[in-house]
């Protein structure tokens, strides 16, 4: 009798201990501590295989496990784009929430914007695993994930649940990034059925033709594919009720005259293209990694792209004469970062490989130092600052 009462005494110490634990976790989880985040949760996500860490991350914000933003934005970060306004210009790239899981509370944790997908026509597992690698000495990430979808049905499904509470539980920017499936015989029949299946959920749509881990994608960015795929998305996106801006994905490793080409099509079809996102990731692999993974094949985020990515934002700001709004992505760690974009073309940022590294306290850092870098050089918004260097040289 003793024995069992012991045991009894120890269960219940057991179950008591983990109930206690699970609370002080999700406590310092929601509170956005950077300590607790820095010595233990990203330690025990790294311990993971970097897909599975993934994955674990979108069940735990689907679930409402992530910060919550509780203040307004400084003044100086609300911006307007594509005739939207924007608390801030700070928001969540493509390849995070790929099928739409979990858009209010990454929206509550701070972001201005977040942009789900890629999403594809019909469901597909992208490719075999293992497909995405830390490069933890270079704090990069290389992903060959290949558009693993659910596909338009399921994703609008989930769309339609958000867009029934939209504004009750979050408020910010949705963008829904397309793509194509790999076996697809048209990449354009492909993008216009995204518009059609899921184009009415989205604040902007986002051609992604620039994503090296789809056969012949990249491909498209040619001056007669483009003009071709404008024409044609730019039709359907005109039958939408919401009429979503329209923006074009493009890579880092273009050449000089596909940047030239892109351009001159571009502002061809002002009229139908809102905007480029620049850029998605780079097949390219720089002198200066170290990690043991850098010569795996895939695209390349984090760091080792910022200049890159930024060298495209300023080129691509000036040969489109600043007529078209960027959103810059690429290596984007901090508030200096995204102030060095914002300078070179950019009037939206946006941010991904840097919570695998930092966390979720990032997007506050970034936010307030982006806030002092602009206070010093004397600006009063960010609109004030985007493009300054072309205007400054």
């Known amino acids: ?24 976790v999700s406590q310092k989880l929601l ?26 991350a979108i069940k735990c914000a689907s ?4 910060p919550r933003q509780s203040t307004e934005d400084p003044a100086e970060l609300v911006t307007t784009v594509f005739k939207q306004k924007f608390s801030n210009p700070i928001g969540l790239a493509a390849g995070f929430d790929k099928h739409a899981e979990a858009i209010n509370d990454l929206l509550q944790m701070g972001f201005g914007f977040i942009e789900i997908g890629s999403v594809t026509p019909l469901p597909q597992a992208g490719n075999p695993k293992p497909r995405i690698f830390r490069l933890i000495e270079d704090r990069a990430i290389i992903n060959r994930y290949g558009f693993n979808s659910d596909g338009h049905e399921i994703v609008a499904q989930k769309l339609e649940k958000w867009h029934k509470n939209r ?10 990034n397309l793509g194509k499936n790999k076996l697809s015989d048209s990449a354009v029949e492909d993008y216009v059925k995204g518009i059609q299946a899921i184009g009415k959920y989205a604040d902007y749509l986002v051609i992604n033709v620039s994503s090296p881990n789809t056969p012949g994608l990249r491909a498209l960015q040619k001056k007669e594919e483009l ?25 880092p490793d273009l050449t000089v005259q596909d940047k030239k080409d892109i351009a001159d099509v571009i502002l061809k079809e002002r009229r139908n293209v809102d905007g480029l996102v620049i850029s998605n990731t780079t097949v390219r692999r720089p002198n200066c990694l170290t990690s043991v993974s850098k010569s795996e094949a895939g695209g390349l985020s984090g760091p080792p792209l910022r200049e890159m990515a930024t060298k495209t934002i300023y080129d691509m700001y000036r040969l489109t004469e600043g007529k078209i709004p960027i959103i810059g992505v690429g290596g984007v760690q901090s508030g200096e970062d995204a102030y060095e974009k914002i300078r070179a073309g950019a009037s939206l940022i946006q941010v991904l490989t840097a919570l695998t590294y930092n966390g979720p ?33």
């Open 31 to 56: 509170r956005n501590d950077e300590v607790f985040y820095r010595t233990f949760a990203l330690p025990l996500l790294h311990r993971l295989d970097p897909e599975t860490a993934h994955r674990l």
């Open 227 to 251: 003009q071709t795929i404008i024409t044609q998305i730019s039709i359907e996106r005109e039958k939408l009720k919401n009429k979503p801006a329209l923006l074009i994905k493009l890579a």
């Open 361 to 393: 306290s990032i997007i506050q850092k970034i936010k307030a130092d982006l806030v002092t870098l602009l206070r010093q050089d004397g600006f009063k918004s960010v609109e004030e600052a985007v493009g300054i260097d072309h205007r400054r040289q």
């Open 63 to 66: 679930l409402g496990l992530v």
């Open 1 to 24: 009798m003793q024995i069992r009462n012991l045991w009894k005494l120890v269960g219940g110490v057991a179950f008591a201990s983990v109930a206690v634990s699970g609370l002080i």
């Open 167 to 176: 504004g009750r539980k979050s408020s910010g920017i949705v963008g829904i």
